[in-house]
């Protein structure tokens, strides 16, 4: 979506290794999230930001660390990748939910 | 526990008429709910949104409807078309949402001609 950028967009890495995914916007939106879709479970909060520096733990947050070192950029790590993190990873950001979240394209993570 | 409901995982309507989709929530401090739409391989694209203070939204084709009472929100398409097939997301946050949205599983909606 125009104003927001994951990349990669497409990843496959092995059990064990290190992970990271980036979130970029050029909206200038103070709040920023990591969201999970997996079949059957809907989209599941990991982690979010509400300013640099500053963030929490979402629904799902074991195994995954964020960073926020810029406003425009929100990056979510896994320390050691596992099968079960294999799905596919939604950054957003807002203002506010009264303005809703706008969402990213994703990125497909597969752990092999 | 789940406390964003949405227990249709899928729904068929024909082309033209109405499409009814429901979520269900348990948080009766949920203050503002939200529908998003997803296509395959895409993000979710945010729809339309009520807050508890109302009862009703409309904006063009897409109404929701919001029961307090019931802890139940409804989203009604009038008239349905092909470009509506899509997965459907009840969304619902509490205190202005800045520590995120709680989402259900969805409902894959399927319009058919």
């Known amino acids: 979506d125009a104003g927001i950028t994951q990349s990669p967009r497409h990843k496959v890495t092995e059990t064990g290794t290190p992970v990271t995914l980036r979130c970029h916007q050029t909206?200038?939106?103070?709040?920023m999230y990591w969201y999970r879709q997996d079949p059957g479970h809907g989209l599941r909060l990991i982690h979010y930001?509400?300013?640099?520096?500053?963030?929490d733990k979402g629904e799902v947050s074991d195994g995954y660390s964020v960073s926020r070192s810029k406003t425009e950029d929100f990056l979510l790590t896994l320390e050691s990748a596992t099968s079960s993190q294999t799905s596919v990873y939604f950054c957003?950001?807002?203002?506010?939910?009264?303005?809703?979240?706008?969402f990213g394209s994703g990125t497909r993570l597969t752990v092999v | 526990d789940q406390q964003v409901k949405q227990n249709s995982p899928s729904l068929s309507v024909q082309e033209g008429r109405i499409s009814i989709l429901n979520c269900d929530y348990t948080?009766?401090?949920?203050?503002?709910f939200l529908w998003y739409k997803k296509y395959p391989a895409e993000g979710p694209t945010f729809l339309i949104s009520?807050?508890?203070?109302?009862d009703k939204n409309e904006d063009g084709r897409f109404t929701v409807f919001l029961n307090k009472s019931a802890k139940h929100l409804s989203l009604h398409i009038v008239p349905s078309q092909p470009g509506d097939s899509a997965v459907y997301f009840c969304?619902?946050?509490?205190?202005?949402?800045?520590?995120?949205?709680?989402f259900g599983k969805g409902t894959h909606l399927i319009i058919q001609p």
């Open positions: 009520i807050s508890s203070i109302k």
């Open positions: 909206e200038n939106h103070r709040y």
């Open positions: 930001s509400y300013g640099v520096k500053d963030t």
């Open positions: 957003a950001i807002s203002e506010s939910a009264v303005h809703g979240y706008t």
């Open positions: 948080n009766s401090m949920f203050d503002y």
């Open positions: 969304a619902a946050s509490e205190g202005g949402g800045a520590d995120g949205l709680t």
